[in-house]
């Protein structure tokens, strides 16, 4: 069985592996000058390709499409699988697993040498412009034409087009009777509309983010947070960006300037003991003791206050709005920073015509579609990966399993 692989990332190459192991004649069409680009961005380089708990509910799709593949290659093993490569695992905070090397081309490295072992055929710099049914199909590129038994189309979604992944492959699908939905970018940095901005770049601060639409609640994550000169990052940051890019409303984040406060009217009580205990600080010294220095100025702007104020010269109401200020600070959002920027992509080809149990469409029978090109999008943590690695061992398997 001749079988082409339209994509070389992580999905598209773990399926040609699985395959050409199996005694099948695999080859890879890549649009690139190499194969496997966009992985080596992957966790800032150090490759987060799973995470200590995997569940339906940490991707975006439509009638927990993602269940089954999920279930038949789980998080335990694609580990097991990197361990039979030669790779080891490493958890970081949070769960993340990496390579103990901390090193994107470990793995990188470890599949080029796996499909070199296996004698799959790479062709790079071919970009698939069409596909084509006939006995078999026949794929058109910028360079010539290839035959196939069955076609595996990995060729993710519009993220990070510097790698490759423009989003101009979705036509192919579309051409062949496939629906696109809406794409937008996911997993990116958020843009803000404040003064502060440039003052405050690069302080951080742990706590709770909360995304809204005028006085309704969208999203709310925990974690570490950076601000920018154009605004805010950080993986709960990246988590809240794709419902940025779902409504066509200015919004609003709030966030606590304090670290660590998971509780804030707990921590309320904590402020106002300060305020009375410590009421012979100045307000600068009395602030600099509970948050970052830059934070300082920033405050003081917003409550109209001295630095130099005594606490005991500030009056409830006015010590009120500063509390609110180190708990629940206010930033106006403009935007996300796009494609460009963005790890994954939201939408794509709709999963009512693709079979969960096989990835083999509904719509043409021999063409299998996996990872980002689909309508499935995970939380920042290392999803996405294995949810490439998941569906592309399903249609693999698939694939097996028919001959």
């Excluded at 927990?64 to 290659?73: H, S, T």
């Excluded at 051409?175 to 958020?190: E, S, Y």
């Excluded at 309508?375 to 690695?389: E, I, P, R, S």
Aim: charged content about 25%; aromatic content about 10%; glycine content about 8%.
């Amino acid at each position: 069985m001749r079988i082409a692989i339209v994509g070389g990332g992580p999905a598209g190459v773990i399926s040609a592996i699985e395959l050409s192991k199996n005694g099948h004649e695999v080859f890879i069409l890549e649009k690139n000058d190499r194969i496997l680009k966009k992985l080596l961005a992957t966790g800032n380089g150090r490759c987060n390709y799973t995470n200590e708990v995997v569940k339906v509910e940490n991707y975006n799709c439509k009638d927990n499409f993602v269940e089954y593949a999920l279930n038949l290659f789980t998080k335990e093993d694609l580990i097991n699988y990197f361990k039979i490569m030669g790779i080891e695992p490493v958890v970081e905070n949070k769960g993340k697993i990496f390579p103990v090397t901390l090193k994107a081309n470990t793995v990188v490295n470890t599949f080029l040498n796996e499909i070199e072992e296996n004698n799959i055929e790479v062709f790079t710099e071919n970009e698939v412009l069409s596909i084509d049914k006939k006995n078999n199909f026949i794929l058109k590129t910028n360079s010539g034409k290839f035959t196939a038994d069955r076609v595996i189309f990995a060729v993710g979604g519009s993220s990070m087009p510097s790698s490759g992944s423009d989003g101009k492959s979705y036509k192919v699908l579309e051409k062949l009777g496939h629906t696109k939905t809406d794409i937008f970018p996911a997993l990116t940095q958020i843009k803000l509309d404040s003064q502060y901005l440039k003052s405050v770049s690069g302080v951080k601060v742990v706590g709770k983010v909360k995304l809204f639409d005028d006085n309704v609640l969208l999203d709310e994550r925990y974690g570490d947070l950076l601000f920018t000169t154009y605004g805010i990052s950080g993986p709960p940051i990246l988590d809240i960006s794709r419902m940025i890019n779902e409504k066509n409303k200015k919004l609003r984040i709030e966030i606590p300037l304090v670290n660590n406060v998971e509780d804030i009217e707990d921590f309320k009580n904590t402020l106002y003991t300060r305020f009375y205990t410590l009421n012979y600080f100045s307000l600068e010294r009395w602030l600099m003791g509970i948050v970052d220095k830059k934070f300082v100025n920033m405050i003081l702007k917003e409550v109209g206050l001295d630095k130099e104020t005594p606490m005991n010269l500030i009056e409830e109401y006015k010590f009120e709005i500063i509390v609110n200020k180190l708990l629940k600070f206010k930033f106006d959002v403009i935007g996300t920073k796009g494609f460009e920027n963005s790890q994954v992509t939201c939408g794509g080809i709709s999963t009512s015509e693709i079979n969960e149990q096989t990835m083999e469409s509904k719509i043409i029978k021999g063409i299998y579609i996996i990872g980002e090109v689909m309508d499935v999008d995970g939380d920042c943590g290392g999803y996405n990966l294995q949810w490439a690695f998941s569906s592309g061992i399903t249609a693999a398997k698939s694939i097996l399993q028919e001959f």
